[in-house]
């Protein structure tokens, strides 16, 4: 099987003949990585499944409008933090809970969760980054667990990369109390 560059696919998808198997090869390249990063958001497994979902809908609707100011990549993270967030924030409204009920939530879920496959020192870093306000949660994330440069999660997050080493910084620091028991 031939491996089609982001921009090949682009093309093909821009193609009537192409366009499905183009939007295929462009889910299986980037599905997995998409999940957990929504996974590590909203936590519960089907949610993630849900939230995943959803992006790809929205990518299948808007991809034509891509204009490749960005990387596809970066525009696909884009689309699964916001609608990541999104769901959490109809989550609450739905249930009227302040955002600490919604976090507590998680970490519960994440607890009884039969896909989490960690020992008891990765439940402990998950529920410490749980804690962590919402925005500093998602940068520890995308700059820990997916390994992307700043500069890539401010073309995702819209957020100048200053901004960002702070958060990560405060991040990483609340972490660090956490897991000490202070």
């Known amino acids: 099987m031939t491996e089609y560059s982001d921009e090949e696919l682009l093309e093909q998808f821009r193609q009537e003949s192409t366009r499905h198997v ?84 998680l970490s519960n879920t994440l607890h009884n969760d039969p896909y989490f496959k960690g020992d008891r020192i990765q439940l402990k870093l998950q529920q410490a980054i749980l804690k962590l306000p919402k925005q500093q949660r998602i940068v520890f994330n995308m700059k820990y667990f997916d390994g992307m440069k700043y500069e890539e999660i401010s073309e995702v997050l819209g957020v100048t990369v200053g901004a960002l080493k702070a958060s990560y910084h405060h991040a990483v620091k609340k972490i660090e109390k956490y897991m000490l028991g202070d």
Request: charged content about 25%; aromatic content about 16%; hydrophobic content about 40%.
């Open 22 to 105: 183009a939007f295929n090869t462009l889910v299986r390249r980037y599905q997995q990585r998409i999940y957990w990063h929504i996974r590590k958001i909203v936590i519960d497994h089907d949610d993630a499944n849900d939230v995943a979902q959803n992006v790809f809908v929205k990518v299948w609707k808007n991809l034509d409008n891509f204009r490749s100011d960005s990387k596809l990549f970066t525009w696909l993270y884009r689309i699964a933090t916001n609608e990541s967030i999104s769901f959490l924030n109809q989550k609450r409204r739905r249930f009227f809970v302040p955002w600490s009920d919604v976090e507590n939530q």
